[in-house]
């Protein structure tokens, strides 16, 4: 699983091979440069997440229910959840909680709505949590999560910065597959911000990214030739011209 958050990237993911795209929340941070994904709308991930279902053929397409969506009510999680289903042609929604969640999750089923849902680091409750990037530890409460999650009818769980050995019994656990994000190598699958795997985004260089690309250099490399061939009159040339 990458994240992919236009046309352009998830066409490129999808035919390379990938599984499952997540249009994630994480767009608030990659896309429009907050620091956290808290301020992202329910209307932006719809319109990100129908440029990255038109381009997709044949991954399962999953798109993140953004803060303050599904929170108040079962209610309001459907009504939000069936807009992104809807308007989208998504395959799914991702939504962060186990127990907490477990009455959403099965609120979601009886609407024919299939979830993912999202433990170990929230990035929804970076306030609660005391801020990013921190490792989660508290094994029964990871453990008594992700089965709630399961009973009530999540397809999939993402285990978010869990250290390897409870990520392993977890996924042990469970009859459902697991996603890893910094949760090591026993999970059932893995997931990555797509601009961070290319190597797009300059020092941000946590634990669990390996960078299998350098774009970030190519393009500023790429860039400037360009700048410098425009204003040294080498670009346009003659074989770039109409006649």
């Known amino acids: 699983m990458l994240t992919a958050y236009d046309y352009l990237w998830a066409g490129i993911f999808d035919q390379a091979g990938v599984d499952s795209i997540l249009v ?60 992104i289903i ?27 709505i299939p979830v993912m849902a999202h433990i170990g680091m929230r990035p929804q ?38 250290p390897e050995d409870i990520a392993g019994r977890i996924t042990a656990s469970l009859a459902i597959p697991t996603i890893g994000i910094g949760a090591g190598p026993r999970c059932t699958g893995q997931v990555l911000v797509g601009p961070d795997m290319l190597g797009l985004n300059e020092g941000f260089r946590p634990r669990f990214l390996k960078e299998f690309g350098e774009l970030r250099k190519q393009a ?14 080498e670009f346009p040339g003659a074989e770039h011209s109409h006649q």
């Open 220 to 233: 500023d490399k790429a860039v400037r030739d360009y700048v410098e061939q425009v204003r040294g009159g």
């Open 125 to 162: 409750a970076v306030r609660q949590l005391g801020g990013m990037g921190k490792i989660q530890r508290q094994e029964q409460q990871l453990l008594d999560d992700a089965r709630a999650a399961e009973d009530a009818g999540a397809f999939a769980l993402i285990l978010e910065l869990i």
């Open 24 to 83: 994630g929340d994480s767009l608030a941070m990659v896309v429009q440069g907050h620091s956290t994904t808290l301020p992202v709308t329910l209307e932006q991930m719809i319109y990100h997440g129908e440029m990255v279902v038109r381009a997709v053929r044949r991954a399962l397409v999953v798109v993140d229910m953004p803060f303050m969506s599904y929170q108040v009510s079962v209610k309001q999680a459907i009504r939000n959840a069936g807009r």
């Open 86 to 112: 809807k308007q989208t042609g998504a395959d799914a929604v991702k939504l962060e909680g186990g127990a907490i969640q477990s009455e959403t999750i099965r609120g979601l089923g009886r609407a024919d």
